[in-house]
């Protein structure tokens, strides 16, 4: 079992940064990846961003690539979410998930992870 919780969400402006980290606990937190995903009222869970805990190797939505930048520290069993530059079409809450290593998987999907949290909110506004 897997318990992942957030923290850093919060009000910011427009133009502005956050910081979400995402911290893994349990007899099987050490995982193959690691992802975002947010969803906003009425609209469905999307992907955000992934890393591979080993490897490092990171995956970004269209929507972010350039703006957010994903990072692992395995030591720590922790996934951080720099995000700057925010709008507010970025406003959500923020999930994090965690996953094993499956064949032929990219780890862009819902359908691919095993664990989630219960999510940081997230809302850019002037």
């Known amino acids: 079992q897997v318990h992942l919780v957030e923290s850093g969400g919060g009000l910011v402006q427009p133009g502005g940064s956050l910081r979400l980290s995402c911290e893994a606990s349990g007899r099987d937190a050490n995982g193959y990846a690691m992802g975002w995903f947010r969803q906003a009222p009425g609209k469905e869970r999307e992907f955000v961003a992934r890393i591979t805990m080993f490897s490092g190797t990171a995956l970004y939505a269209d929507s972010v690539r350039g703006r957010f930048t994903i990072s692992r520290d395995n030591a720590e069993k922790r996934v951080d979410l720099q995000m700057n530059s925010l709008k507010p079409e970025d406003t959500a809450r923020y999930f994090c998930?965690?996953?094993?290593?499956?064949?032929?998987?990219?780890?862009?999907?819902?359908?691919?992870?095993?664990?989630w949290g219960q999510g940081t909110q997230v809302t850019v506004s002037s």
């Open positions: 998930a965690q996953t094993r290593y499956k064949s032929g998987a990219i780890y862009t999907v819902r359908d691919d992870y095993d664990y």
